[in-house]
Structures are given as structure tokens and as C-alpha cells.
DNA sequence: CTCAATGCAAAGATTTTGCATGACT
DNA sequence: AGTCATGCAAAATCTTTGCATTGAG
């Protein structure tokens, strides 16, 4: 945490309109510096080694402050809990990044936009999240040695 | 519910490896008469219609018997708490079906292989989930009504 | 000095689990 | 008959909130 960090994430702050703390500076750095889609508690351990006296909430508001300001995104924006796939059909997803609300869309009709185009419904696309399910080399091999 | 669903239910169950119950197959054409992404309360809601003395719990058991079954689909494999992204290249998501890792996988990787086929690090696909994030048209006026 | 951020503890929301009872095969 | 499913209540997670205190601008 030297000062060039220190410089960039006043930046950061700025751009975000949000007030400079050291615990948010350094929960910023744990974020830059791990790998992978950790979780607040994974961040807070991390942070905790930093400030051994910061609370798990205040993780909590500094993750959500990060990614309303978008300087992180979060993986998943369904992640609150179960939702059941009713259409059967093969489709996707509009998935609104404010209001969080789903509505499908047929593939057809997904011309794969122009980035920050309008698709017909008037649904302005900011990005594309897609994920490749199937099964991962371990589960794979567990899988196979399963009776 | 005519003796068409409840033949059609048994062979679904059959080849699911589920006992047949008369609680799984009002969940069955809940979910299968309903639009959208429904929670589990949701369905538990609509179930409940049909037989008041069903518990909240079997509904989520039932639920996870049909997506282990393969009968439905979860929305999202990542809902169970927030994850942040750190990698703040363009990327996508390898997800297991089985242990629901995430592995990143950059947009160059991803040659949009064929259907079941096997990514060069070993994963095999079973389908793509796309989502397109952005603003919904209601979120879109209303942020134009915002001062 | 003023407003926002933090820490703590308690509450809320969602999901899972243990176990006794009852239903399917 | 034996196994699996159900219902209930309690527990386990994960996340948010209210409020007093502290810190940033």
C-alpha cells in the first residue's frame, strides 16, 4: 500500500463519490489482489489480517458501495436466492442491472447487439455475462469412478 | 390435473428416479403452469392452493429433487451468497453443474464450441446461460425522471 | 463543524436438518 | 416390509439494520 496505490484509489473514490477510509482502501486492495469470486466473509478474513478491528458489516456496505459505484461487479445478479427456470424453451436473459428483474428473450431474438445497443424491447445492453455450464475436469473424473 | 398429466408425471418421475407423490406432482404443474422465475415461497404460495398442509420444506426439497433430476433448471448456479468479480479482464464463466466452481475463461478461449463439446482445459459443455445486463425500459425512465 | 462511515449487536431472510409419522413400491 | 417422502420445528447461513461513536471533508 504505497503512495501510488494511495493516489489511484483517491481516484477511484472520487469517480465513485465516495469518501476516502482506510478501511475501504484496503479492502480495495485485498479485492485488486485476489484471484477467483470471493465471498464477504473470504474478503473479510483477508481484510482482517489488515485491521484485525473491522466488522463483517462494514465489509459488507464497502463491497455493495464498490459495485454501486462500479468498481466491481459481482458475479451473479440472482444471487439472493432459488429461482426455478419455468421456459423450457432454449432462451436467456435481460437481466436489469438496477432493478435485478429477469425477463427471457428467445435466442433468435438476441442478434448479439452491438455492445450499448437497444434490443427491440427497449432493454439498453450494458454487458454480456456468459456462463459455460457442464462439468469441470474433477467432477468429471469423480464421476467416472463412481459406481 | 386429467389422467394425461398424471402419465405424463410418472414417466418424468420414472426417469428421475422419483417416487411418485401427489405433493410432487402439484409442484410439477405449478412450475410447470407458471411464467417466469418463480422463488421457492412463490411456488409454495401456489402450491399451497392445492393442498394447504404441505410444508415450506417439502417444497424446497421437491424443487431440488426436480433440478437434480434434470426436470427444471435453476436460474442461476450462483445465488447462495454474493461473490465479487476481481478479474476485471472481459471473461466469462466456466460452471460446473456438479460442485458449481467458477473458473474464468477469456472471450478468446471461448470459441462458442459446439454443443457438448470439451473446452481445451477438459470442461465439458452441457449448455451456455447468457445473460445481457443493462437497464429495463422502466428503470431507464425512471432514472430520466431523477433530478 | 457537519455529514458520512464504522462497529456492534440484534433482527431479518432464506435454506437446511433431525426426527417422528405416513406413503409409495 | 422396507425404503423414501412429508411435516414440523429448530438450527444454520447469509445479509441487513439501528444506533452510538468515530472519522473525513
Chains 1, 2 share one sequence.
Request: a neutral charge; proline letters at 4%; one cysteine or more.
Amino acid at each position: 500500500m504505497n503512495a501510488n496505490d494511495t493516489r489511484q484509489f483517491r481516484s477511484v473514490c472520487e469517480s465513485a463519490g465516495l469518501a476516502v477510509t482506510h478501511q475501504r482502501q484496503v479492502v480495495y486492495e485485498v479485492l485488486r489482489s485476489t484471484h477467483g469470486h470471493p465471498s464477504p466473509e473470504e474478503v473479510y478474513a483477508r481484510v482482517r489480517r489488515k485491521i484485525p478491528s473491522i466488522s463483517l458489516a462494514t465489509v459488507y456496505k464497502t463491497i455493495h458501495s464498490f459495485i454501486e459505484g462500479g468498481i466491481f461487479h459481482e458475479v451473479s445478479l440472482h444471487h439472493g436466492s432459488l429461482r426455478v427456470e419455468t421456459n423450457q424453451t432454449p432462451h436467456h436473459h435481460l437481466v436489469c442491472t438496477h432493478c435485478r428483474s429477469i425477463h427471457d428473450i428467445d435466442e433468435s431474438e438476441l442478434g448479439l447487439t452491438t455492445q450499448g445497443g437497444k434490443l427491440p424491447g427497449g432493454f439498453l445492453v450494458e454487458r454480456y455475462a456468459i456462463d459455460v455450464l457442464g462439468r469441470c475436469p474433477a467432477c468429471q473424473q469423480a464421476e467416472g469412478q463412481a459406481t
